[in-house]
């Protein structure tokens, strides 16, 4: 495999009481898109938020970019947070500014750039996502897809080594969904970013997927490449691809 860009060993995550990931290990290499699947509240935000550092009860060790997410001071010395980019479950955009603020902030909040250099990128980015003709529009005023693309370009902003996505096609249509694929393996050809995407369009593996991890009762059920799943006889991978 090529250089690892999320190593993870052996990781426990518990909510209270809840265990909900217990001894996960995984590895996720550079340029790859790695898709997460199992049920409905399995773990895989779990597992995404414990791969960026945002829970506070994880045991073992998960790297992301060669360093410790837990450890604060390396995370920051690093910038770990300029390297990557996250398009969350429900997009996540600041409702009350239009849609070019919203790419730009992580720029405003990450870089010293001038606002005028700022704008530029944030523009660029939107364009990128076919979202230019929208930049002056609040998030109310789009659909779903355009939010997703929004949120995209958002992500995208600091051009970051790896992308995390959950569920980027919940709520949109086959056709969308397929446009939301492309730019993602667009991005990855253009840029060599890492994607770690949450989903359970079946469709949306099959296209963009290198690998799949599935979790079931907190564990690693299957890690293999999309081929391998396909044809896997486990059963839930099977009901999964059935
Ligand atoms: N902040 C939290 N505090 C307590 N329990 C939580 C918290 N976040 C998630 N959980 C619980 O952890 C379990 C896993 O949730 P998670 O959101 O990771 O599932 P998921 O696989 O992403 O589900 P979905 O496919 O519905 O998005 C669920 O039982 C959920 O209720
Ligand atoms: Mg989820």
Not at 142 to 157: C, E, I, Q, V
Not at 190 to 219: C, F, N, P, Q, Y
């Amino acid at each position: 495999m090529s250089e690892p860009v999320i190593h993870i060993s052996d990781l426990t995550c518990t909510y209270g009481r809840a265990v909900i990931l217990s001894g996960v290990s995984l590895t996720i290499g550079k340029g790859e898109i790695c898709a997460i699947i199992g049920k409905s509240g399995c773990g895989k935000t779990t597992l995404l938020k414990n791969m960026l550092g945002l829970v506070d009860y994880q045991i073992g060790s998960v790297k992301l970019l060669g360093c410790e997410v837990c450890d604060r001071e390396a995370v920051e010395k690093e910038g770990i947070f300029k390297r990557m980019g996250v398009l969350f479950q429900r997009g996540a955009l600041l409702n009350s500014l239009p849609v070019v603020e919203n790419a730009a902030l992580p720029l405003e909040m990450h870089t010293k750039k001038k606002r005028s250099e700022i704008y530029a990128i944030a523009r660029e980015k939107l364009e990128q996502v076919g979202m230019a003709h929208a930049s002056h529009k609040l998030p109310s005023e789009l659909s779903g897809g355009m939010l997703k693309r929004a949120a995209l370009a958002r992500a995208m902003a600091l051009d970051p080594e790896v992308l995390f996505c959950d569920e980027p096609s919940a709520g949109l249509d086959p056709v969308t969904t397929r446009s939301l694929d492309l730019l993602l393996l667009k991005i990855r050809k253009e840029t060599g970013v890492s994607i770690v995407v949450v989903t359970h369009d079946i469709a949306s593996i099959e296209r963009i997927a290198d690998r799949v991890v599935m979790l079931d009762k907190g564990t690693v059920a299957f890690n293999g490449s999309t081929a391998e799943a396909r044809s896997a006889a486990l059963p839930a991978l099977k009901d999964f691809f059935s």
